[in-house]
């Protein structure tokens, strides 16, 4: 077996989940989030045990209920509704997401017509097109880029950051082609994460025999691995939510990997379930060390919490941040319980 390495969380997805620990840590149920945290259905059902009711519609949360935005990003209508709202909201919203309605909010303020580069219908997508839904023109073909009338406007180019590097080369190929002054950022918009995986996985599709992608069917940058492993020339891919979903006649080398969404705990049963009988080898391409740290207002929250604690219990505040340890708390022991303590409540 071939191990593809970096896999599963991103910085972005450890981040979402620790906050969303945070918040059924401190409020009773029902704890309310505004799509799916994560595309990850175990991560979502984890949450739903624990008393997090999922909405489409910010409408549907009660007066006063906690909310937590999703890590996707959400439409600046959204968020206002969401704070309009009289209860607590922390927005998860992943910081790469951030640069992104960044740059269209500032491109379409400077009069451009914005290429975006996404999935029509994506939580990040509408989200993001959304900041500026009258300059921004969903991309998702060639066919798209040239209907897009050249009027004299200037042109910007601005992606989904889950998108695949191949996925995007080349309408960002065929965009600088039609509209030489184009502008696009000094940074890709893909995610690095999302990048790094697609690049670890690259190294073991060539020579697998069968590679196994793990994640949900609605996590693009899932989607999108399962794509580069053909692109790759693996005669043999499958994506899988769980072990459960393996098929019984795998031989040969197999590849695995896990979208960004996708915690370690089922890469463990997949390589358990499927005993490599010439073990595990493990693929680095680079190491990752990045941090995101919880979103303000949780930040603020918990500030409150503790102060609020610190008179109940006649205790002398501390000077501390309550989430001074977070970087040393990982998600996947967030989601065994095993981040539960001593660090937090």
Known sequence: MLLASPRGFCAGVEKAIKALDWMVTVFDPPVYCYHEIVHNRHVVDHFCERGVVF???????????????????????????????????????CPLVTKVHHELKVRASKGYTVLYVGHAGHEEAVGTMAVAPAAVRLIESVEDLDAVADDGAPVALLSQTTLSFD?????????????????MPNRSDLCFA??????????????????????????????????????????????????????DDLCGVVGVTAGASAPDALVVEVIEALAPTGGVETVVVTEEDEYFP????????LRAVAAALAVLCDTPRSAGDPVEGDRDVHAAAVLTGAGAAPDRP
Do not use: K, Y
């Open 194 to 247: 999302t990048t790094n995986r697609q690049s670890a996985l690259r190294e073991i599709a060539e020579t697998a025999d069968a590679v196994v992608v793990i994640g949900s069917a609605n996590s693009s940058n899932t989607v999108a691995l399962t794509e580069v492993a053909v692109s790759s020339g693996c005669r043999r891919v499958l994506r899988v939510n769980t072990a459960a979903e393996l098929p």
């Open 167 to 183: 996925e995007w080369q080349h309408l960002r190929a065929h965009a600088a082609a039609r509209f030489p002054e184009l502008w």
């Open 55 to 93: 909405v489409d519609d910010v409408a549907d949360v009660p007066p006063g209920a906690p909310l937590m935005l999703s890590a996707h990003g959400s439409p600046p209508a959204v968020v206002a509704q969401a704070r309009a709202n009289g209860g607590v909201v922390v927005d998860a919203v």
């Open 294 to 301: 919880p979103p303000p207002e949780l930040r603020e929250l």
